[in-house]
């Protein structure tokens, strides 16, 4: 799942849980070895967008360093982090911002494991399989949500306009994360727009709504979990 400090308290652990994706199994793959490792290539060559394996994922937006806040962690970056980004001036400066911004969300700094980052780009390869309208993947209104908030509880699709209905259920949350109704449902409505889908904001389609943009900002900040560790980016 996605490391929320939240977690750390076991009163809130099992309401996120229930919020956040659950009961992928991933291979303990150590951090050093993903990160080290080399970009993902097509078969013409060229590094694949939008990967369906979770490892190739990460590679995808390891390919090109220049342009790594631009790939799929543009999700969960904070302004504060794209701030030192955007001062770097090479790749080895770069790759050493990388492992520090996953240190950051790492839960346990002795074990090479970084569970932040294998469950974030499982959910990337998710995304990039199940929606491959235009945008495609993690770029799409459902891809975006999928990848912050997980796989929903339940999913409603209306028969005449297919229109698609999101639940998220999470009983007590909405005091935290000012959920849309008591009970803790975070319902989530997409309106199909010709061969996609567009989040629904009452305004226009696109237009995302207050409450989902609440919740995604307390998850970006949530997954930090050592912020005070320092960033160095070498001589």
């Known amino acids: 799942m996605l490391m929320m400090r939240l977690w750390h308290t076991p009163r809130r652990r ?22 080290a490792a080399p970009s993902a290539v097509a078969h013409g060559g060229a590094p694949a967008q939008f990967p369906t394996d979770p490892r190739a994922a ?22 504060e982090e794209e701030e030192i980004w955007e001062g770097l001036e090479n790749d080895e400066q770069r790759q050493r911002f990388v492992a520090w911004f996953w240190a950051r969300r790492d839960s346990d700094l002795r074990d090479p494991a970084i569970p932040a980052l294998l469950e974030f ?9 199940r929606f ?17 908030f997980g796989k929903p509880t339940s999913i409603t699709i209306d ?8 639940n998220y259920f999470a009983p007590g949350l909405w005091k935290d994360l000012a959920f849309d109704n008591n009970y803790g449902d975070m319902n989530i409505r997409f309106i199909r727009v010709r061969q996609t889908y567009r989040i629904d904001g009452d305004l226009s389609p696109g237009n995302w709504p207050p409450y989902v943009m609440r919740v995604m900002e307390s998850i970006r900040q949530g997954l930090v979990l050592n912020p005070d560790l320092e960033f160095n980016g070498g001589s």
């Open 121 to 129: 780009y499982t959910r990337v390869a998710a995304a990039n399989e």
């Open 159 to 166: 028969p005449d306009d297919q229109n698609t209905l999101w």
């Open 14 to 35: 099992s309401l996120l849980s229930r919020l956040l994706l659950a009961g992928l199994v991933l291979v303990p793959t150590p951090a050093a070895t993903l990160l």
């Open 132 to 148: 491959t309208e235009l945008p495609r993947g993690w770029r799409s209104d459902r891809g975006r949500v999928w990848v912050m």
């Open 58 to 79: 990460m590679e995808a937006d390891m390919a090109d360093l220049e342009k790594w806040a631009e790939g799929s962690v543009s999700l969960i970056i904070l302004d």
